[in-house]
């Protein structure tokens, strides 16, 4: 067992005044699995960065170990899948390479095959193996859930809770819980460490947040009785003091010093109430600092002219000669959200290119409304660039609105000065899904779009799907989203 200490850590990046992280201290142990959660743009990836020695910073960062990052970047990946091991671990043991594998359920032939060839979840769980061979390293794990299908992240949450010594950026609820042991957490104001999984963390937040609120109510209260009674008592004291100068209203002489007397003590009262006061107004800015902003949003979809809005009848995609998904019948209709479930390459996101509109080679019958409207968000965000502003202009969408909403998905205003490109993928994610809920439509269709965005904004948006029930079709592997939010699971 070793620590990594953090002492006095300040950074922000270059050309930006505002600091990411500003004299924050902790310490982690290295035995630990670590879960490491927060919103989009809190600074998740850049601490790893900074662990890394990837960036100046003024502080201290103490560690008796290494780090090794994950994903690793892999130059050319059209060799065999073992040269790109090799040169990740050059001094690894073949046995141990296949205990590896073996404990992810991917047989020894995959060595033999280009990566390129690989899916994107075979690739990841190659990855993983290949990391958990580099000995006296503290593993910096992010995101690896972003290529995997909900079987296989069942499968890698049970490897990764077999392991230990790592951190584990994950915005996947039932994945977290099943895997880590404590929780690093960045909040709006503070870095804390918290010993349990995800689901131990949140209660704990739960509770501190409504005793904030609680106490924050009792508090404002509290500060007017006191402004208005001090106010009441200054006022008193004033009038008193000017009796001095006068006399009662019997003709008898004023006993100026009695009055005075009366009057500072009066004064002394008002001055202790103030103080009082100031007092719970300093307490009452220690409350609510952790709070996360996670106001409702709003939602207006199209009402179709009928209830069927969308057919499929013993539907079959190709491509080419190759048969992607066979016999597909499903119906959607007013109201459902049905969320399209199956392992990788099942042929999830071709029939949702299909209902889209994108010309596909399919044998079956297809039906979709005439003049139907749909909005759809897909899983790339590579294309995002230039202004919010240019951005909402250019996609015909209200700039106000679609602006409102990022601040509700925890979007800063600075951030609406900088260009989309330069935004984190949970940021990006959020600007399509923004986008998606400003459009006048009739049909929502999203394709995994909560890859990078954090847990609260999936709550949020659960919340937004929920209360306002719009006829959403969508692909996600989030289990417990999908739990939450399904009206109707597609199987393939």
Known sequence: MSLIKVMNLTFAYDGSYDHIFDDVNFQLDTDWKLGFTGRNGRGKTTFLNLLLGKYEYSGNISANVSFEYFPFHVKNKGDNTLDIISDIVPDYLHWQLVRELSLLKLSEDVLYRPFDTLSNGEQ???????????????????????????????????????????????????????CVDHILSINKTNVEIQKGNFSDWWENKQRQDHYELAEND???KDIKRLSDAAKRTSNWSHEVEKTKNGTRNSGSKVDKGYVGHKAA???KRSKSMEQRQQSAI???SLLLRNIESSESLKIAQLPYHKNLLAELEHVSIYYGEKQVCGDISLKI??????????????????IIKLICGEPIHYTGTFRKGSQLKISYVSQDTSHL???????????????SLFKSI????????VQFEKDISAFSGGQKKKVLIAKSLCEKVHLQIWDEPLNFIDIISRMQIEELLLEYSPTILFVEHDSEFCKNIATKIIEL
Do not use: C, W
């Not at 959200?337 to 199956?342: D, M, T």
């Not at 990022?406 to 205003?413: A, H, I, N």
């Open 333 to 350: 209709e007013q109201g459902q959200r049905i969320a399209l479930q199956g392992k990788n390459g099942s042929g999830k996101s071709s």
């Open 406 to 413: 990022l601040r509700k998905l925890d979007f800063s205003r």
């Open 124 to 178: 990841t769980k190659v990855l993983l193996a290949a990391l958990f061979l580099k000995e006296n390293s503290f593993l910096l794990i992010d995101e690896p859930t972003n290529h995997l299908d909900m079987e296989a992240r069942k499968l890698v949450s049970k490897y990764l809770n077999s392991k230990s010594g790592f951190i584990l950026v994950s915005h996947d609820r039932s994945f977290l819980d099943n």
């Open 265 to 267: 003590k009066m004064m």
């Open 385 to 399: 660039q230039g202004t919010l502003t240019s951005y909402a202009a250019s996609n015909g969408i209200d700039e």
């Open 282 to 284: 300093d307490e009452k």
């Open 218 to 220: 009792k508090l404002r």
